[in-house]
């Protein structure tokens, strides 16, 4: 399980996409079962239940969907490195590089991926236009209650207010009859 570098700068110029794959890999007698991390027209990063040597030039079965059936590419193996925690979808990670397509599965490879890659597009527009929408649901809702609590608030301001204007009204007709009865009351001689 080693790392095969290659020297120079960075090979992946292409746009990778995230969309799991599976495929199988065959070399020799050997071969491995697994589903990908990401794809681009020049290789794959995939996980694997086993580990397969570096280096070793491969045949790599891609099962696109239904419509667009297995894909055969030639590659070779860039790394094949063990996880330390093994996922569901394996214990190894594993890099090919494609060197050469059957047929024209360059083009067919090509058209999935930018399928793929529309419909993720596609995806993110829709989740950021509900996000949006939950946005102004959002504020909506929280101008209703700002406006709900303002009118409690002028509710509360008016009782109070209206109580006030009864207890001002109730002491001046108590000090209005007690004005009368103490003038009553002045007026009468005992």
Do not use: W
Request: aromatic share 6%; with cysteine; proline share 4%.
């Amino acid at each position: 399980m080693t790392t095969l570098l290659f020297s120079g700068p960075d090979r992946r110029h292409r746009t990778r996409y995230r969309v799991r794959i599976s495929f199988v890999l065959k070399s020799g007698e050997k071969e491995v079962r697994g589903i990908t991390r990401n794809v681009s027209l020049l290789g794959i990063s995939a996980y694997s239940d086993s580990p397969i040597d570096a280096a070793l030039p491969v045949q790599c079965t891609l099962n696109l969907s239904e419509s667009y059936g297995p894909l055969v590419v030639h590659g070779t193996i860039i790394r094949c490195e063990p996880l330390s925690q093994p996922i569901p979808d394996g214990n190894c990670e594993v890099g090919v590089f494609f060197k050469d397509f059957q047929g024209r599965g360059e083009t067919i490879l090509d058209e999935y991926l930018q399928k793929v890659g529309h419909q993720e597009e596609d995806a993110i527009k829709a989740g950021y236009l509900l996000l949006k929408q939950r946005q102004i649901a959002r504020r909506k809702k929280k101008r209703i209650e700002t406006i709900k609590k303002k009118r409690r608030q002028q509710a509360r301001l008016r009782k109070k207010k209206l109580a006030q204007k009864k207890k001002t009204a109730a002491k001046k007709k108590n000090a209005k009859k007690g004005t009368k009865s103490s003038a009553l009351s002045a007026g009468k001689k005992p």
